[in-house]
């Protein structure tokens, strides 16, 4: 937000230089980013008068005009067109230097000396973005005469300076000067001036011009109008549109003026419609039909939906509710009444329908961080009294205001000794009231507690834990002494979800896995991306009430879709290969809609791209849990999950219970996230492997007698599992397999199709006496003939 200090002094009297204002309310907790003067450098460019303009007899686009300064004429030549004797107009004399070091010289022009020059808006140091259309091309013309050879810098007031702020979405009171000049006034206790509004009523009754207002939406919960008839359009008065541009606002035309003078002055967006352009002289406050259009200010046509609130005549939506007017209904030159809109809409609706059509405007920045319903009606009569003040209109009597649900004025009770207490220092009731009072809270001390009133512009000031950082920053947090902490301190033992979650990520990143954190909030679309049936239970999901946007819309019932967009992300950025972890929680509701709090569960998610395939993540996973304490994982065959490819994935088994999921996504899927590599992801129930871990370890002497190692390599159908295989083994064993270990799996041109050919390495120990080559071969005859028998396998040779 831009403050003109200027603007800041008509409610403030101090003679405080800019920099001491800025310090003090950045102490006092208003973040200024700068200061910054009006005047870039101007010298030597004073108020001259055009005496006469006569054609350059060598150019046909160039006029040699006599300039009177005061002391001398000057000749100067220009290209200008807009200019006319008797004009008033800023002159930059020899030697006078302009914003970005122009120095002005003598120049000759075809012949014709010049000694100056006539000066633009642009060229005086304002911003293309401030300047009235219609000023953009040409000389500044003055608006009225001024004593020649005064500096223009004193004419236009470019010896003030503006502070920027940035404010806090907590305090949409501050996006306006009288709300900063409450913080002025607070933090210097110096009194505060506030503009008296006095209407002065006309002839006629506002029914005369309007049938009537219908508010049929929730999502607007005040609306006040006013009539201004006998309107003239023309330019605003000089004073109105320096307040304006040095606001960073452009001046369009006297009414719309006045509307953006109060909106910066109190707050409150408002708007002005041309009564005559309204079908059926009546207003209809409502939420938009399907697929109705309009054209706004800007002169792009926008497509409307049911969840955008609008202003419409009988006929269509004449303005987007507190984003942007309908150029249908825009004041322009022929119009003589107009209908004044004060209102107060939904921060939700209005952030919602700004987002989704990608149109930020003053109103919609204000009306999204919420406002004050009570000033709907002060800032109309504000707009009444300056109509009035320059002739500009005549007000009509009475007003039409749909305020059903009044908003009141709250009481906070505060606890002086909870005030002392929580900021650490030592200071008396009276003045914790009178901190209070200089920010306009009226307080009465009672019973030993502070009992203080809300003005209902103070939206943030709910709880009596505000009341005291309000105390703190006007006492000032930086005259807060640090301090030791204080009590009585326990020995604490970290928790032993978290020691576990501490050993899974550093496994992982052994493995060379990077750790990521993506949101718990994803879009319902994501949900059809990874092909989820309609009926499954991943898609009860809760959604939220006042989400960031669709894409943020729901709390996540898996970790699949943020693991599927990362990589995506990664893949189509030209990254070659990636292996990432996350520990993340899912959101499951109890029941929909929801009337508790959901079940958080904590998933371990894995997921990879590059050289590696289907058997690098189920090592992972099986030496993870193996340091865990967690041995003896089942794998069994998953088909029916649509995310997955249904023949390269399983599901893990441990106690009789799904541990989770492992295996390669579905191309479909890949697709969707326009990825043509081999996706592989693991999901795992964090909280099972937290219950499961065990770092009891028994100690096992070195094995006093040697291992018999022996291959097996078998052809089989490709749907049978490797665990299937160990199995089988291990049953024959008869308590002497040390290890099994598979170490090859091939197809190829030796192996018939829909087969492959798998290798294992079996270790034989006895941990009695030395194994004899009978014993080992005897139980790898029986391994192999249970294989052929049951499994249908092949010896390969």
């Not at 993506?518 to 994501?526: E, G, N, R």
């Not at 040697?706 to 078998?714: F, K, L, W, Y």
Request: net charge negative; aromatic share 8%.
């Amino acid at each position: 937000m831009l403050l003109p200090v200027k603007w800041l002094k008509d409610y403030i009297d101090t003679d405080k230089t800019s920099k001491d204002l800025a310090d003090g309310l950045t102490l006092s907790g208003s973040h200024v980013e700068s200061i910054y003067s009006l005047n870039n450098g101007i010298e030597k460019v004073i108020v001259g008068k055009i005496t006469s303009i006569e054609k350059h007899p060598n150019a046909d686009k160039l006029v040699i005009c006599q300039i009177d300064i005061g002391e001398e004429v000057l000749q100067i030549v220009t290209g200008a067109k807009n200019i006319n004797e008797g004009d008033f107009v800023p002159v930059a004399t020899i030697g006078a230097k302009l914003p970005g070091n122009v120095e002005i010289q003598k120049t000759n022009f075809r012949g014709i000396d010049s000694y100056g020059m006539l000066c633009s808006l642009k060229e005086l140091g304002y911003s293309d973005s401030v300047i009235p259309k219609e000023k953009k091309d040409g000389i500044f013309i003055l608006d009225k005469e001024y004593p020649l050879g005064s500096d223009i810098v004193d004419v236009l007031g470019l010896n003030d300076e503006i502070i920027e702020l940035e404010i806090t979405p907590n305090r949409p009171d501050c996006l306006s000067i009288i709300g900063m000049a409450r913080e002025t006034s607070a933090t210097f206790d110096i009194p505060m001036k506030e503009p008296t509004v006095t209407v002065f009523n006309g002839e006629d009754d506002i029914y005369d011009y309007l049938d009537n207002i219908n508010v049929e939406s929730k999502n607007c919960t005040r609306y006040y109008a006013r009539i201004i008839k006998d309107v003239k359009i023309k330019e605003s008065p000089f004073w109105l549109q320096t307040r304006l541009m040095e606001a960073g606002v452009r001046p369009i035309n006297n009414i719309v003026d006045i509307t953006n003078y109060v909106m910066l002055e109190y707050g409150e967006p408002l708007h002005a419609f041309d009564l005559d352009k309204i079908e059926g002289k009546k207003i209809i406050v409502r939420q938009a039909n399907e697929g109705e259009r309009l054209i706004t200010l800007d002169n792009m046509e926008r497509k409307l939906s049911p969840e955008d609130l609008v202003i419409a005549d009988e006929k269509s939506p004449i303005a987007i509710a507190g984003v942007m007017g309908g150029l249908d209904s825009e004041v322009t030159e022929d119009t003589k009444v107009v209908l004044l809109e004060g209102a107060n809409f939904s921060q939700r609706s209005v952030r919602l329908t700004s987002k989704k059509l990608g149109l930020r405007t003053e109103a919609s920045s204000r009306f999204e961080k919420g406002l004050d319903p009570n000033l709907c009606d002060i800032a109309v009569n504000r707009v009444c009294q300056l109509v009035d003040l320059i002739g500009a209109g005549k007000v009509v009597n009475s007003a039409i205001d749909i305020y059903e649900d009044i908003k009141a004025e709250k009481v906070i009770t505060l606890r002086p000794e909870r005030v002392n207490k929580l900021l650490g220092i030592d200071i008396s009731t009276d003045d914790m009231k009178n901190y209070l009072e200089l920010l306009g809270l009226e307080s009465t001390f009672e019973d030993g507690l502070i009992h203080t009133t809300i003005p209902t512009y103070r939206l943030d000031l709910s709880i009596e834990a505000d009341l005291i950082e309000e105390i703190g920053r006007l006492y000032g947090f930086h005259n807060i002494a640090s301090k030791p902490l204080v009590g009585v301190f326990t020995r604490v033992e970290r928790p032993y979800e978290k020691t576990i979650e501490d050993k899974v990520k550093s496994i992982l990143v052994g493995f060379g896995l990077n750790e990521i954190m993506t949101y718990s909030f994803i879009s319902p679309k994501a949900y059809d991306k990874i092909n989820l049936e309609e009926d499954s239970h991943l898609r009860k999901y809760i959604s939220l009430m006042n989400p960031l946007g669709e894409d943020y819309s729901s709390m996540r019932t898996t970790l699949i879709p943020t693991m599927m967009d990362l990589l995506s992300r990664n893949y189509n950025r030209g990254i070659e290969s990636a292996y990432t972890f996350e520990i993340g929680n899912i959101f499951i509701p109890k029941q929909l809609p929801v009337v508790e709090l959901p079940d958080e569960k904590k998933v371990l998610s894995i997921g990879f791209y590059g050289k590696e395939d289907f058997y690098y993540l189920k090592e992972i996973i099986e030496k993870m849990l193996s340091r865990l304490g967690i041995q003896g994982i089942e794998y069994t065959r998953e088909e029916n999950n649509p995310t997955f490819h249904p023949g390269r994935t399983a599901n893990l088994i441990y106690s009789g219970e799904k541990l989770g999921i492992i295996g390669e996504i579905s191309m479909d899927v890949c697709e969707k996230y326009d990825i043509d590599k081999r996706i592989y992801i693991g999901q795992l129930d964090f909280d099972k492997i937290v219950k499961w871990s065990n770092f009891n370890r028994k100690y096992s002497p070195l094995p006093k007698y040697p291992a018999m190692i022996r291959d097996i390599a078998v052809v089989l159908d490709e749907d049978i599992l490797v665990g299937e295989i160990q199995k089988k083994m291990e049953k024959h064993g008869q308590g002497l397999i040390e290890k099994i270990e598979l170490f090859d799996i091939y197809r190829g041109n030796q192996v018939p199709e829909g087969m492959k050919s798998v290798a294992f390495s079996i270790t034989y120990r006895s941990k009695e006496r030395t194994l004899t080559d009978k014993e080992v071969n005897d139980i790898q005859e029986l391994i192999i003939k249970d294989l052929e028998d049951n499994l249908g396998a092949k010896l390969r040779s």
